[in-house]
């Protein structure tokens, strides 16, 4: 196992409601980045975090938003849902923002997120 | 834009058989290369990096030809739990994340 874990596992919203979805990195990470896997694709880079700053981002709109916490641990917020958002979120971590060590990511196991 | 392509499969394959999945990548300033593996509904799984040189890996073989953006596995005397979907992925350096391909279906037959 990578020691990435994420809550919930699974997760069932309606339109225009909000959701916080949360992973706790591995042990001597400190960058989490976060991924949106829709049914048949490869997964879509959502945003890095660093240092608790975003360090970079996608092509998602302002309304995914996330945090970093001092512990490295991580929170993807994402507001006013639409059905499109259904996906499997999943965050990774790795160590520092540039180089091998950063682009070598480790991927929790998800969070299943359903909006009817 | 930066993409990766791959064939999406599925690739049936007899089990003991060798199989061969590539992918090519539009950004030529790709610095990292890598292979994962996923399993149905689960998280993708670091396989292996891949290096100019070609690294192996137990069955497992992984090619990075820059000339020509293309990216090759080789799989050895393949099991039935090489069943899975692989997917390519390239990363500019950085903050920019990795770009995955959308994976190849790979299913061991008996």
């Known amino acids: 196992e990578t020691g990435v874990t994420q809550s919930p596992t699974h997760l069932i919203k309606t339109r225009g409601q909000q959701v916080t979805l949360r992973c706790s990195s591995q042990?001597?990470?400190?960058?989490v980045s976060w991924y949106q896997q829709a049914l048949g694709q490869g997964p879509q880079f959502i945003f890095q975090?660093?240092?608790?700053?975003?360090?970079g981002r996608g092509n998602f709109p302002p309304r995914f938003s996330g945090l970093q916490f001092p512990n490295y641990s991580s929170e993807l917020n994402v507001n006013a849902l639409e059905l499109d958002d259904s996906a499997l979120y999943l965050c990774?971590?790795?160590?520092?923002?540039?180089?091998?060590?950063?682009?070598?990511?480790?991927f929790g196991p998800g969070t299943r997120l359903t909006v009817l | 834009r930066k993409e990766v392509e791959q064939d999406p499969g599925p690739f049936n394959v007899p089990e003991g058989a060798t199989v061969a999945f590539n992918c090519t990548y539009s950004?030529?300033?790709?610095?990292?290369f890598f292979w994962y593996r996923q399993d149905c509904r689960k998280e993708p799984k670091l396989l292996m990096s891949?290096?100019?040189s070609g690294n192996e890996d137990g069955r497992f073989t992984a090619q990075l030809n820059r000339a020509s953006q293309y990216i090759s596995l080789l799989i050895r005397d393949s099991k039935l739990s090489d069943s899975a979907t692989y997917l390519c992925?390239?990363?500019?350096?950085?903050?920019?994340?990795?770009?995955f391909g959308k994976g190849t279906h790979l299913i061991i037959q008996p």
């Open positions: 891949v290096y100019s």
């Open positions: 975090y660093y240092r608790e700053e975003e360090n």
């Open positions: 042990s001597g990470h400190n960058t």
């Open positions: 950004n030529s300033a790709s610095q990292s």
């Open positions: 992925v390239v990363s500019g350096g950085g903050a920019d994340g990795l770009t």
């Open positions: 990774a971590s790795s160590l520092g923002t540039s180089g091998y060590d950063a682009d070598t990511q480790y």
